[in-house]
């Protein structure tokens, strides 16, 4: 191996080491933080949300990517949507939401990051307590106590440049808890203004492989615009699964056409 090849590897490995250490870091003060709260015993998701963002952001930012609202995201009740790009799409979202997040019930099991995920007042979704209709009547409950949820309405995550068909089935919730529907959408942003090809995790690739392209990534900012809220007063499932596609779709045309460096002169649209 020559030289330059070795030294560039060395870089890199330090580099993922800094990054790893600042994630490790940040699930620590977490840690500390939901002890301190009480939140291991009983989540007080009255106060949760401030808490979750501010942990989201150093999430995110241990991994090398700023969080910037295009325009200040609500801070309102609802049920909350967002297009899927990435794993890192969580942290993001998280950062400018107040809301709790969706995850099988098997999630909380898992060591460490489980009980983060318990202390954060997730919402379960229990496997085999019924078809999807069950999961939306657990999902209307919680919106019903008075506390947002987001989910991703794409099902699958995608490569960041479009929309994918909108699966509304989950919409009934807001429907039957009669509040609004917040859309957000987001999108990753390399420093040259071009859209960032290594935070999108979808088709083939491997977790491993992902985070070790996040990992080497370098300056990339992701950009978040809300969108207005939907009310789903007088409207059916069909309808406004159709009124958010369009606007979804509407949105991240326009989210990429203020954030990204499109002309030929090379000129950033000014935010």
Not at 49 to 70: D, E, L, N
Not at 98 to 123: M, N, Q, R, Y
Not at 237 to 253: D, P, V
């Amino acid at each position: 191996m020559s030289q330059s090849k070795s030294g560039f590897s060395v870089r890199k490995n330090l580099g993922r080491g800094k990054q790893i250490a600042g994630m490790t870091t940040t699930i620590a003060g977490g840690m500390r933080t939901a002890q301190r709260i009480g939140a291991f015993r009983e989540p007080p998701r009255e106060k949760l949300p401030r808490y979750i963002q501010t942990f989201c952001r150093k999430m995110a930012g241990s991994f090398g990517v700023q969080v910037v609202q295009v325009e200040p995201v609500p801070q309102h009740h609802g049920l909350w949507v967002s297009n899927h790009v990435s794993w890192m799409d969580i942290p993001v979202v998280g950062s400018v939401s107040p809301a709790f997040f969706l995850s099988k019930a098997e999630i909380g099991d898992w060591p460490i990051f489980g009980k983060l995920v318990h202390a954060a007042g997730t919402v379960f979704i229990k496997r085999g307590s019924g078809d999807v209709s069950s999961v939306t009547s657990q999902i209307a409950s919680f919106l019903n106590e008075g506390f947002s949820v987001i989910f991703f309405p794409e099902a699958t995550t995608t490569d960041g440049k479009k929309i994918r068909r909108i699966h509304g089935t989950l919409l009934q919730a807001a429907i039957d808890a009669c509040v609004p529907i917040q859309p957000v959408v987001l999108c990753y942003v390399n420093k040259d203004g071009t859209l960032s090809e290594e935070l999108p995790y979808f088709g083939k690739m491997t977790m491993k492989d992902s985070i070790k392209r996040v990992l080497d990534s370098k300056g990339v900012t992701a950009y978040v615009l809300p969108l207005s809220p939907l009310d789903p007063n007088g409207y059916n499932k069909s309808q406004l699964t159709n009124m958010l596609q369009q606007q979804m779709q509407e949105g991240l045309a326009e989210l990429h056409a203020r954030v990204l460096r499109t002309s030929s002169e090379g000129t950033a649209t000014v935010l």
